[in-house]
């Protein structure tokens, strides 16, 4: 992901509609890019401040996007987690499959 489409998702992410791979992808640029950092503290404390401003909340806005930016790396490791058992167990299944028709035959 280069500079570009990061900047083009940032409303995505500050509206938690990134899937999965997308989400990945923008964190581990995000990660290494310090521009992009702060080009999404810039726009998620402008967005957020100006919606809690019209209804009148208190906000602490860093805390949420600390909370946001953890969220997202949590929702990645799990997603990571849950594809790698599933191809564990696809393996399994596989050499159950195998087992079974060898046995069979002989």
Same mark, same amino acid.
């Given at each position: 992901?280069?500079?570009?489409? &990061?900047?083009?998702? /940032?409303? !995505? &992410?500050?509206?938690?509609?990134?899937?999965?791979?997308?989400?990945?992808? &923008?964190?581990?640029?995000?990660? +290494?890019?310090?521009?992009c950092k702060e080009e999404l503290v810039i726009q998620f404390l402008?967005?957020? =401040?100006? %919606?809690?401003?019209?209804?009148? !909340?208190?906000?602490? $806005? %860093? @805390?949420?996007? !600390? +909370?946001? $930016?953890?969220? =997202?790396?949590?929702? #990645?490791?799990? +997603?990571?987690?849950?594809?790698?058992?599933?191809?564990?167990?696809? /393996?399994? #299944?596989?050499? =159950?499959? /195998? @087992?079974? =028709? #060898?046995? /069979?035959?002989?």
């Amino acid at each position: 992901m280069d500079c570009k489409d &990061f900047e083009r998702l /940032i409303p !995505d &992410f500050i509206g938690e509609k990134l899937d999965f791979l997308t989400l990945e992808r &923008f964190r581990a640029h995000m990660d +290494h890019c310090e521009n992009c950092k702060e080009e999404l503290v810039i726009q998620f404390l402008v967005s957020e =401040a100006m %919606q809690r401003l019209e209804e009148g !909340d208190a906000f602490d $806005l %860093q @805390g949420e996007l !600390d +909370h946001r $930016l953890f969220e =997202a790396k949590r929702k #990645v490791r799990f +997603h990571k987690v849950f594809l790698r058992v599933g191809f564990c167990l696809e /393996i399994l #299944v596989a050499l =159950a499959v /195998i @087992g079974a =028709a #060898v046995w /069979i035959l002989l």
